[in-house]
């Protein structure tokens, strides 16, 4: 069974760092491009940054020089650095899969349920 499950949120005060983490399993991890998505409540789930299997990389405007992705194929698992967080990054965020580099949800076969960040001003 295909499962990808986010860990690392929490609340935060403004300014500071956070490491979220998404560990997959249920197929070949290193042939898919990874992407973290977040959805605020009232709001459309939106794109945030994206790896591809080759580490070729993409970012949402609002999150560049902030935000960066990694991954590391031996332990399956895409990692989202979040820096300088502000308010406006409160919201869930969910890593997926997909198998190309893309911003599109709709392109993302795997999602997983999505872990908490609270940013506090």
């Known amino acids: 069974q295909v499962q990808l499950v986010e860990s690392g949120g929490g609340l935060v005060q403004a300014g500071v760092s956070l490491r979220l983490s998404c560990a997959a399993s249920?197929?070949?991890?290193?042939?898919?491009?990874m992407g973290w998505f977040r959805q605020a409540p009232g709001k459309e789930r939106e794109f945030v940054a994206a790896?591809?299997?080759?580490?070729?990389?993409q970012f949402a405007d609002s999150v560049k020089g902030r935000f960066t992705i990694s991954r590391d194929n031996g332990k399956k698992t895409v990692y989202l650095q979040m820096n300088s967080l502000k308010p406006e990054d409160t919201a869930v965020y969910y890593c997926?899969?997909?198998?190309?580099?893309?911003?599109?949800?709709?392109?993302?076969?795997?999602w997983g349920q999505g872990t908490q960040v609270t940013v506090s001003s």
């Open positions: 997926a899969a997909a198998r190309f580099l893309i911003s599109s949800d709709t392109q993302y076969d795997y």
């Open positions: 790896i591809s299997w080759t580490g070729g990389r």
């Open positions: 249920g197929f070949t991890f290193s042939n898919y491009a």
